[in-house]
C-alpha cells in the first residue's frame, strides 16, 4: 500500500470522528468523548500535512506537463523553476508523514509523576539523586512546566533517599519517559578522604500521572487520617493538622492479590489540597500497576533500544573527572557535564526521539 492510499483510508476515519464528536450521546459519554477528541486531533495533524503534500505532488505535475508541451521560454522557465523548488521538499513531507503515522503512545500528552531514588552509593547516591533533582527542575523551568515536590526524603548529609515531583505542562510524559531508567555517576565523594573515585548510581522512574477517566477508585474505601506535619514552615506547620495520610486495599485484576497502598502527603498547608494530591498519586499509582503489563507488551513487541520499559536498566553515565555524560542507549556521548547537570537535556533527549522514531519506522515498514 503507498502513501495516498494509506492516508485515504484516514481521511475517512477523521470524517466519521468528526461526526462522532458532536453527537450529544458521545459528549454525555465523558470517557469516550476525551478519547475520540485525542484521536481526532492525532488525525487532523495527518490531515493537514496530507493535504500540503497533495497539493504540492499536483503542482508539480503541472509544471512538468508545461515543460513537456509549452514552447514559450518564459513559461518553460517559470515551471523548470517550480519543479527546482517543489522536488527537493517531497522526500521531507513524505518523511515527515511517516512519522505522523507511527502510531504514538496515547500517553505521550499527559502530565507525568517524576520518582528519583538514592540506589547504591549510601550517602553519595543520595547526594546525586539531589543533583538530578536539581537538572530535572532546571529543564522543567527551560520548557515551562510546572514541577512540584509531593514527597522526599533527605539524606543525611544533603541531597536526598527518595523524592516524587509532579510535573505539568505540553507533552510532558512523551519526554520525560526516556528518563527512567538507572543514572550512574562516577566522581570523588565529598565524605571521600583519600581522592578516589566512587561510582553510585540512582534509580528515575516516569509515569504518566492517570486522568479521572483512566481508573476507577472507590472512594468511600479509602481510609483517611490527618497529622501535623514537621518541617520547615514556621510554627503553623506544627499546630495544623494539614498532613494527610491516605490507605486503600486495591485488588490486582490479573492475579485477584489484594494490597494496601498507603500515601502520606505534606506538600502544603492547606489540608484539602493535599487530600487531592494524595488522590490524583493513588490513581496514578493504580494505574501505573495496571499499565504496566500494558507497558511490558509494548516493550515485548517493540524491543526498542530506547524505552524498553525496564526501569532497571542502566541509561546514562555522568563522568565528572573526565566531564562527560554518557547515554549507553544510542551510545551517545557529550564533554560537557556542568551545562547537563544544570538542565541542559534537550539534545539527548531528541537524539534518543530520533533513534526510535527511526527503529518504529523500520518496524512499520512505511
Not at 87 to 97: D, F, G, L, T
Not at 278 to 303: F, G, P
Not at 343 to 354: A, F, M, R, S, W
Request: glycine share 6%; proline share 4%; with cysteine.
Amino acid at each position: 500500500m503507498n502513501l495516498i492510499e494509506k492516508l485515504e483510508g484516514l481521511q475517512h476515519k477523521f470524517e466519521e470522528i468528526s461526526l462522532l464528536i458532536t453527537d450529544p450521546a458521545v459528549i454525555a459519554d465523558m470517557k469516550r468523548y476525551v478519547k475520540l477528541n485525542k484521536e481526532y486531533r492525532d488525525l487532523e495533524k495527518i490531515i493537514l500535512a496530507q493535504n500540503e503534500y497533495k497539493m504540492m505532488l499536483s503542482h508539480l505535475a503541472e509544471a512538468k506537463e508545461i515543460l513537456d508541451t509549452e514552447n514559450d521560454p518564459e513559461m518553460r522557465e517559470m515551471a523548470k523553476a517550480e519543479i527546482d523548488e517543489i522536488e527537493p521538499k517531497i522526500p521531507e513531507m513524505e518523511e515527515n508523514i511517516k512519522l505522523l503515522l507511527i502510531p504514538t503512545d496515547p500517553e505521550d500528552g499527559k502530565n507525568a509523576i517524576l520518582e528519583i531514588r538514592g540506589g547504591t552509593g549510601g550517602d553519595e547516591a543520595a547526594i546525586f539523586a539531589g543533583d538530578l533533582a536539581r537538572m530535572y527542575v532546571k529543564y522543567a523551568e527551560t520548557k515551562g512546566w510546572r514541577i512540584e515536590p509531593t514527597s522526599f526524603t533527605e539524606g543525611s548529609t544533603g541531597g536526598y533517599k527518595e523524592i516524587i515531583f509532579a510535573v505539568s505542562g505540553d507533552n510532558v510524559y512523551g519526554t520525560l519517559k526516556y528518563e527512567s531508567g538507572v543514572h550512574r555517576v562516577q566522581r570523588v565523594p565529598v565524605t571521600e578522604t583519600q581522592g578516589r573515585v566512587h561510582t553510585s548510581a540512582a534509580t528515575v522512574a516516569v509515569l504518566p500521572e492517570a486522568d479521572e477517566f483512566d481508573v476507577e477508585i472507590n472512594e468511600g474505601e479509602i481510609k483517611w487520617d490527618t497529622f501535623r506535619s514537621s518541617g520547615a514552615g514556621g510554627q503553623n506547620v506544627n499546630k495544623v493538622e494539614s498532613g494527610v495520610r491516605l490507605r486503600y486495599m486495591w485488588k490486582n485484576p490479573g492475579t485477584g492479590i489484594a494490597e494496601e497502598i498507603l500515601i502520606e502527603c505534606t506538600e502544603t498547608r492547606d489540608q484539602p489540597k493535599n487530600k487531592e494530591r494524595a488522590l490524583s498519586r493513588l490513581r496514578t499509582m493504580i494505574y501505573d500497576r495496571e499499565h504496566q503489563k500494558y507497558i511490558d507488551d509494548i516493550a515485548a513487541r517493540r524491543k526498542t533500544m530506547v524505552s524498553t520499559g525496564d526501569r532497571s536498566a542502566k541509561i546514562r553515565t555522568y563522568n565528572y573527572p573526565q566531564g562527560r555524560v554518557t547515554d549507553h542507549r544510542i551510545n551517545l556521548t557529550i564533554y560537557n557535564l556542568p551545562a547537563i547537570v544544570d538542565g541542559d537535556i534537550q539534545n539527548i533527549i531528541d537524539q534518543l526521539i530520533v533513534a526510535e522514531n527511526a527503529e518504529r519506522l523500520k518496524e512499520s515498514e512505511l
